[in-house]
């Protein structure tokens, strides 16, 4: 097997040790690229949008799907027009969640004056006006998604992998029966998970791990979304710890890269998707790159053995 680098695997007596070579190689080459991508302008421009949009408790996070079930961005009527420069809309109907009221309230009772007043607290250590500021309610509150706004447009990361991915796609669905992974590509009209490109599902314990696919025009950004989501079901399938998130996102992405980059597809992009999730510790991929290059070359192999080649 040829890689886009010239990288030949031919000989089986050193094909494993090559492999582990160059993999090890082109993770070094995506840390620099990660680096290189978090000190961008274009990334440094995403970064102060997403710092200046809300997040959402998980009770309004819910509210927000149930309304919306397409929403991505989500701000206050003026935070769309003072932050972004964007307008609402005319005739869209708002969604509703619940915003908190903070107000001075009594240290004990924890009640607004008006109602401390009639809560029958006794507290009279400190006159009202002496009191902090804290949460004493909620009220329901209108926000508006992107997809609801005109105007400036948002920065966006181009984390798409470009190339000739047709034959790596047909051989990744079928290559799910190797692996033990159902395999969905899933038609845009009927995609129910808006700002994902593929989900690994993780249902019953007894069940085989189900990667679903967006389907898009380049194939060969749906190729690197397949193999991300198959590294996720061979990583973390029915890992319901949700506190290393992020470095099961990296591990995902470097094994795309690196698969991707084997059948001669240009990731150079996924450094985006990796600056987003890997932050400032971008040693979580070399931490981590035995179970990266272990799984990488995993898929690798059950691709070879879909396309015919005779050196896996």
């Not at 991707?260 to 996924?270: C, K, P, V």
């Amino acid at each position: 097997m040829a890689t886009s680098d010239n990288t030949t695997f031919d000989d089986r007596e050193t094909r494993d040790e090559q492999m582990r070579a160059t993999i090890d190689e082109w993770v070094e080459d995506l840390t620099d690229l990660v680096d290189e991508a978090q000190s961008s302008l274009e990334f440094q421009k995403w970064l102060d949008v997403q710092s200046r949009l809300h997040d959402y408790s998980h009770r309004n996070t819910l509210l927000i799907k149930q309304q919306c079930p397409e929403a991505t961005k989500v701000a206050g009527y003026r935070t769309w027009q003072e932050e972004f420069d964007r307008h609402v809309t005319e005739g869209e109907s708002a969604i509703w969640i619940w915003a908190p009221i903070i107000t001075t309230r009594c240290p004990e009772c924890e009640n607004a004056p008006s109602y401390h007043d009639t809560s029958g607290c006794e507290y009279d250590e400190t006159p009202p006006e002496e009191w902090d500021q804290g949460l004493v309610g909620f009220k329901p509150a209108p926000v508006f998604d992107v997809s609801q706004t005109e105007g400036e447009p948002l920065p966006e990361l181009d984390t798409d992998t470009h190339g000739d991915g047709a034959a790596l796609v047909d051989a990744l669905q079928m290559a799910g029966s190797t692996l033990d992974v159902e395999v969905q590509i899933v038609a845009q009209s009927d995609w129910s998970h808006p700002g994902a490109k593929g989900v690994c599902s993780q249902s019953g314990q007894d069940e085989l791990p189900v990667v679903k696919a967006k389907n898009r025009t380049n194939d060969a950004d749906l190729a690197t979304t397949l193999i991300h989501e198959y590294a996720h079901a061979l990583l973390h399938f029915q890992v319901a710890d949700d506190s290393e998130r992020a470095k099961r996102e990296v591990e995902a992405e470097a094994v795309a890269y690196i698969v991707g980059r084997y059948f001669g597809l240009d990731t150079s992009n996924a450094a985006f998707y990796l600056a987003v999730w890997a932050e400032e510790e971008t040693d979580t991929i070399t931490d981590r790159l035995q179970r990266i290059s272990a799984t990488a070359t995993t898929i690798i192999d059950a691709l070879n053995y879909q396309l015919g080649d005779s050196t896996s």
